[in-house]
């Protein structure tokens, strides 16, 4: 469903004898681009496990659109990645993947959360800390 401006009808009789026009007025919308974001694994990951892999699905945005984002809730030693960047739509859906580093200092439970720069979307993971901070001799 694309909006266009409308079309006109033109309807002839094959002998040439009477013809019409109408004219068709153009109802439809374009849907808004909507973004979507989730996790893998979903909610929770403990640091140092496994990869975290942010997906973006997309509804009505061309492909090679370039999404930007913003990481908060960790710092940029907590994740293999910056804390902003982009990702690059194709087919509707883009992902980042990201490990979660074990880094030896105790912090407790960290929340990371990544929202689109148009505050579109967001998603976030709660991180496990599960190092602690080596004892000083």
């Given at each position: 469903?694309?909006?266009?401006?409308?079309?006109?009808?033109?309807i002839?009789?094959?002998?040439?004898?009477?013809?019409?026009?109408v004219?068709?007025v153009?109802?439809?919308?374009t849907?808004?681009?909507?973004?979507s974001?989730?996790?893998?694994?979903?909610?929770?990951?403990?640091?140092?496990t496994?990869?975290?892999?942010?997906?973006l699905?997309t509804?009505?945005?061309?492909?090679?659109?370039s999404?930007s984002?913003?990481?908060s809730?960790?710092?940029d030693?907590?994740i293999?990645?910056?804390?902003?960047?982009n990702?690059?739509?194709?087919?509707?859906?883009?992902?980042?993947?990201?490990e979660?580093?074990?880094?030896?200092?105790?912090?407790?439970?960290?929340?990371?959360?990544?929202?689109l720069?148009?505050?579109?979307?967001?998603?976030?993971?709660?991180?496990?800390?599960?190092?602690?901070?080596?004892?000083?001799?």
């Amino acid at each position: 469903q694309l909006t266009d401006s409308g079309e006109t009808l033109r309807i002839a009789l094959d002998n040439g004898e009477d013809s019409a026009r109408v004219f068709i007025v153009d109802t439809s919308k374009t849907p808004p681009p909507s973004y979507s974001l989730f996790s893998s694994p979903a909610n929770a990951i403990d640091e140092g496990t496994q990869d975290l892999t942010i997906i973006l699905n997309t509804i009505n945005i061309e492909d090679n659109t370039s999404v930007s984002y913003t990481i908060s809730g960790v710092s940029d030693s907590d994740i293999s990645i910056p804390l902003t960047g982009n990702f690059s739509v194709l087919d509707d859906s883009a992902r980042i993947t990201m490990e979660v580093y074990a880094d030896q200092i105790t912090e407790g439970t960290e929340t990371l959360l990544l929202s689109l720069d148009d505050d579109s979307a967001s998603v976030s993971v709660q991180i496990g800390d599960i190092s602690t901070t080596p004892d000083s001799a």
